[in-house]
């Protein structure tokens, strides 16, 4: 089964090569295009597609706002951020809006088709100078302080394990890794799952899938 994907860019030969590169790949399909972020909410409620690929900067309603929009959907397809730049504000407003990954358009494109099989799989995926920009906050000397049990929660919460899954793998309960998962937005200050993956990788608490 394909994997149904929107690109959203406000570049229209950027956003034609992204789509020419994708459709190279046996497992993707691009089932629509977006030219602005409001264009791209609407069209992820039409087509309901696995995940959308998505610059930050456009007109309209930009990538990180779409985002979040996107993210509160019913059956939210995951989102991939795809752009030229890697400022911190930038990389933070991302991840605060639920996005699965970031990457630069300097990605090669085996590398990007990859990180969408591993973003719709529930991965977090970092492009490697993003991934730099977090490492250099790991010696921070002020960390939360999470349980071990919060953190082996978070651990498979990064390799893309659902609450179910990560209860089996633990011998608990659905509910009682929901409450470990609360317990560690609340220390990381952040609101979701991505965001507290990547907060605790940021901080040096755990280690991101390579």
């Known amino acids: 089964m394909s994997i ?44 309901r597609p696995d995940l959308v690929l998505t610059d930050l900067r456009m007109p309209v309603m930009d990538g990180a706002r779409a985002t979040a929009v996107i993210r509160e959907l019913p059956d939210a397809p995951q989102v991939l951020v795809l752009t030229t730049y890697d400022t911190d504000a930038d990389i933070v407003r991302a991840v605060e809006a639920g996005a699965r990954g970031y990457l630069l358009k300097d990605t090669p494109p ?25 490492e250099a906050h790991r010696r921070s000397p002020v960390l939360p302080d999470l349980t071990d049990r919060e953190l082996e929660v978070l651990r498979l919460v990064a390799v893309g394990r659902s609450n179910a899954e990560i209860g089996r793998a633990l011998f608990i309960g659905e509910a009682t890794v929901k409450t470990y998962l609360v317990r560690a937005f609340q220390k990381l200050g952040v609101a979701d799952r991505t965001a507290a993956v990547t907060a605790a990788y940021g901080r040096g608490l755990i280690d991101l899938p390579r």
Do not use: N
């Open 110 to 134: 085996a590398e990007l088709a990859d990180a969408i099989r591993r973003a719709v799989r529930g991965e977090t995926v970092l492009a490697a100078p993003v991934a730099e920009r977090l």
């Open 4 to 47: 149904r994907v929107i690109v959203a860019d406000d570049h229209p030969v950027v956003r034609a090569g992204i789509v020419a590169m994708l459709s190279e790949e046996p497992d993707v399909e691009v089932v629509a295009e977006a030219a602005d972020g409001a264009q791209c909410v609407d069209l992820v409620r039409q087509h």
